[in-house]
C-alpha cells in the first residue's frame, strides 16, 4: 500500500517557540492532504484539508494563524505550530489521499508526530 | 450532533473468542463509506475494512467483517478469533462531502483488550 511519513515523531520545545512537522507521500502525488489531532484517550479531530498550489481549507474552531499549513507539492504538506504552548502539546497526524484511488483508499495516514511544549 | 458513535468505551475479551464493536452513523447523504480502522500504543492509524453505501454484500477482510445494517445505520465490526496483538484502539469512521470537500469524521473509539 501507499506509504506517508511525519517528521519528526517526537519533538519537545519551549513554549512561545514554533515547530513544523513535515508530512511526505512517499510514492504517490497527493492533490489532497489533512491534518488531525489527537489529544490522550480521544478521537481524531480533523484540523484542516490542504490541497496543493491553495489555501487550506481550516475546521471550525481551528486558528489558522496559529496552525500555518502548506502545500506547496503534490508530495510534501507541513503544519507549523506557531508560539506553541503546553496545550498544544498533542499528537499530531496527517494522511494523504491518492487521487488514483477511491473507496477503501481513502486516505494513508503517517505514523504521527508527537509534540511536548514545556 | 455526533454523526459516528461508538457506544462501548472499553472491551474485555477472551483470546480466541469472537467479538463484536458497535458503530452508529447519521447522514441524509446517500452515497457515503464507512471504515474502520486500528490504533495500537504506537500511535499509527491501521486500516482494517471498508464498506461503501451502495454496497450489497458485507465486507469481510481475514479475520475482520464488517455487519452492515443499512437501515438502522449501524456498522458493527466483528473479529473472530481474537488474538492477543488485537488489543487496541479501534475507530470507526464515515467519509462525508463531495469531490473536494471529501473528508473522514471519526467516532470516540473503543479500547479493545485481549485477556490470555
Known amino acids: 500500500g501507499a506509504v506517508v511519513s511525519q517528521h519528526p515523531s517526537r519533538v519537545i520545545c519551549k513554549s512561545g517557540t514554533s515547530v513544523k512537522i513535515e508530512c511526505r507521500s512517499l510514492?504517490?502525488?497527493?492533490?489532497?492532504m489533512f491534518w488531525y489531532r489527537q489529544f490522550p484517550k480521544q478521537s481524531l479531530m480533523l484540523m484542516a484539508t490542504s490541497n496543493e498550489g491553495s489555501k487550506a481549507t481550516y475546521e471550525q474552531g481551528v486558528e489558522k494563524d496559529k496552525f500555518l499549513i502548506n502545500h506547496a507539492s503534490l508530495t510534501l504538506s507541513t503544519l507549523t505550530v506557531t508560539s506553541a504552548h503546553p496545550e498544544d502539546s498533542s499528537f499530531y497526524i496527517c494522511?494523504?489521499?491518492?487521487?488514483?484511488?477511491?473507496?477503501?483508499?481513502?486516505?494513508?495516514f503517517g505514523p504521527g508526530t508527537r509534540l511536548t511544549v514545556t | 450532533a455526533q454523526k459516528i458513535t461508538q457506544t462501548q468505551p472499553g472491551m474485555f475479551v477472551q483470546e480466541k473468542e469472537a467479538v463484536t464493536l458497535d458503530c452508529t452513523y447519521d447522514?441524509?447523504?446517500?452515497?457515503?463509506?464507512l471504515f474502520w480502522y486500528k490504533q495500537p500504543s504506537s500511535g499509527e492509524m491501521i486500516f482494517l475494512i471498508y464498506?461503501?453505501?451502495?454496497?450489497?454484500q458485507n465486507a469481510t477482510e481475514g479475520r475482520y467483517s464488517l455487519n452492515f445494517q443499512k437501515a438502522r445505520k449501524s456498522a458493527n465490526l466483528v473479529i473472530s478469533a481474537s488474538q492477543l496483538g488485537d488489543s487496541a484502539m479501534y475507530f470507526c469512521a464515515m467519509r462525508e462531502g463531495t469531490g473536494g470537500a471529501q473528508k473522514l469524521v471519526f467516532g470516540q473509539g473503543t479500547r479493545l483488550t485481549i485477556n490470555p
Open positions: 510514492d504517490f502525488q497527493a492533490t489532497t
Open positions: 447522514t441524509s447523504d446517500p452515497s457515503y463509506g
Open positions: 464498506q461503501g453505501s451502495y454496497d450489497q
Open positions: 494522511s494523504a489521499r491518492d487521487p488514483r484511488t477511491t473507496g477503501r483508499y481513502e486516505q494513508y
